[in-house]
């Protein structure tokens, strides 16, 4: 089992940039695939980012490729999503979640995320 909280949410303005981190708990977070998902008010929750469980592979949401990097330091047991040129339309509360343990596939469905953090707003005036 593995418990998530998300910190460095916030106020920026468009075109800015954020620094989201996620903490984990638990001797296993090494073996867990991690993701970032986010979700604006009226609207389903939508995946940002994953990485694998040993950090060599990541993927991206179609609306924030090229924008947004996804990282992991297993050794603080710590993910971090770097925002840059950031839109009023990346508005949210982003989650950090971790998802099956040791597969190298790419998930993206909140439905292969088991375990999920409280959440983080960022809001991006224009």
């Known amino acids: 089992q593995v418990q998530l909280a998300e910190s460095g949410g916030g106020l920026v303005q468009a075109g800015g940039s954020l620094r989201l981190s996620c903490a984990a708990s638990?001797?296993?977070?090494?073996?867990?695939?991690m993701g970032w998902f986010r979700q604006a008010p009226g609207k389903e929750r939508e995946f940002v980012g994953g990485?694998?469980?040993?950090?060599?592979?990541?993927w991206y949401g179609d609306s924030v490729k090229g924008r947004f990097t996804i990282s992991r330091d297993n050794g603080k047991s710590m993910v971090p999503l770097q925002m840059n040129s950031l839109k009023p339309e990346d508005t949210g509360v982003y989650y950090c979640?971790?998802?099956?343990?040791?597969?190298?596939?790419?998930?993206?469905?909140?439905?292969?995320?088991?375990?999920w953090g409280q959440g983080t707003q960022v809001t991006v005036s224009s």
């Open positions: 979640a971790a998802g099956p343990r040791y597969n190298s596939g790419q998930f993206t469905s909140t439905n292969d995320y088991a375990y």
């Open positions: 638990g001797r296993t977070f090494s073996s867990y695939t």
């Open positions: 990485i694998s469980w040993g950090g060599s592979s990541t």
